[in-house]
């Protein structure tokens, strides 16, 4: 018999009751605007700000409406002005060159190494052309931030990390999006808290938080926050920073607030399901697994492997042969963008010369979503899956 996966890879675990009730009592009460409390009441999303604070070990911290949103205020409050060549990493997603666009900058793609994480010697060949680097932790695979901030130091990069993909990850100790200077979460459906639509902005500079609560549509009520910086700070910004609108609300930090409380045992359940999937893979003919640093404690809320020098036909026959066998793999290799996967050189909006050794790891890249709705068994039984259909293409000639 063949086995066949009838799970699916997009279906997210239901919001906690806690979180039900919060949302409720929001709904209830009528006060969904952040800034809409009654005397003597603190708000969803100033308590959610400060408990994120705590959490991530940061100074201040912002709620806003999406990850993009948070990564755009970031450039925003670090004063990239538009024409600025800001360095990003060639293997992310589109909201990441996106965010640089929409401030009128221009992106510099930054090669991707074997172990999908930023190529480090590119980067420090291309330092000195920005002033800034939006670091993409893309699919939670963490370079060496030792070595990254050393890079940065020497040529005075300011460096905004996209930790969509890395919330609740460390590297050494160090949480994920607490190196540079501003750290830059996603509160979407398919990250790792589940808002609908959502992000968070931490950061222990005093200046760009009160940039970034301004920039977020603050008005003058930024001293509802309760973590952000003291009223004269605000006072030094607030006549040359706009407004320009992306709170969060109410509802969306009733919900995140429980779910974050949970958010390392999420974690543990993530990376059991991971280390499944790895065990399942490891030793496939023809398939390399990423091995992880010990000094990466990584979130493994998706999976990728590589199908290294493979022929583009071979690639798409295990991707073909699996999906009929309800796998869901998605290749960065293909030449139109499908889906949510695209590649640097599909974002015509920013010019890139070919990057050879990028391309070769692209077009080896498999990436799965682990939603924790599956099931350990659900998890070996991918495996299973991956590995006959990886080793009958491999074996043909
Ligand atoms: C999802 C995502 C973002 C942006 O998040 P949104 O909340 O959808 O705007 C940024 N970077 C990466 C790599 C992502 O996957």
């Given at each position: 018999m063949t086995e066949r996966f009838t799970g699916s890879f997009t279906q997210q675990e239901p919001i906690p009751e806690e979180g039900i009730e919060a949302a409720l009592a929001v709904l209830r009460s009528g006060r969904l605007h952040r800034y809409n409390v009654a005397p003597g009441e603190v708000g969803e999303v100033a308590l959610l700000e400060r408990e994120f604070a705590v959490q991530m070990d940061a100074k201040y911290c912002l709620a806003v409406a999406s990850g993009g949103y948070a990564l755009a205020t970031a450039l925003r409050a670090v004063g990239v002005a538009p024409g600025e060549p800001v360095l990003t990493n060639a293997f992310t997603l589109a909201p990441v060159p996106g965010a640089i666009a929409s401030v009128g900058a221009v992106p510099v793609f930054v090669g991707v190494s074997e172990a999908l994480t930023i190529d480090l010697e590119d980067l420090a060949a291309k330092a000195?052309?920005?002033?800034v680097l939006m670091l993409s932790h893309m699919r939670g695979h963490i370079c060496d931030m030792d070595a990254l901030m050393q890079i940065a130091r020497t040529h005075g990069l300011t460096v905004i990390e996209d930790c969509a993909h890395t919330m609740g990850a460390s590297w050494n100790g160090v949480k994920s999006g607490r190196h540079g200077a501003v750290g830059c979460y996603s509160t979407q459906t398919y990250k790792h808290v589940n808002s609908g639509e959502g992000g968070l902005l931490v950061t222990d500079d005093e200046e760009i938080a009160a940039r970034a609560v301004i920039l977020s549509g603050s008005y003058m009520l930024y001293d509802r926050h309760l973590a952000a910086p003291d009223r004269e700070v605000f006072e030094r910004v607030k006549y040359d920073t706009p407004n320009i609108s992306g709170r969060m609300d109410h509802l969306r930090a009733a919900i995140l607030r429980p779910q974050l409380r949970d958010l390392d045992a999420q974690v543990r359940r993530w990376n059991d399901r991971y280390r499944v999937i790895e065990e399942g893979l490891r030793g496939t003919p023809g398939l390399t697994v990423i091995e992880r640093p010990v000094a990466e404690h990584f979130v493994g809320s998706s999976f990728q492997f590589l199908l290294l020098d493979w022929p583009a036909e071979k690639v798409q026959a295990v991707v073909a042969r699996c999906a009929d066998r309800g796998v869901e793999l998605k290749w960065f290799g293909a030449p139109e963008p499908h889906g949510f996967t695209s590649r640097y050189d599909s974002w015509r909006y920013a010019p890139s010369a070919p990057m050879p050794a990028t391309d070769r790891v692209l077009a080896g890249i498999l990436d799965m979503r682990v939603p924790l709705t599956f099931s350990l068994n659900d998890c070996a039984l991918i495996a299973r899956i991956i590995r006959a259909e990886v080793s009958a293409v491999h074996q043909v000639a």
């Open positions: 000195g052309r920005a002033k």
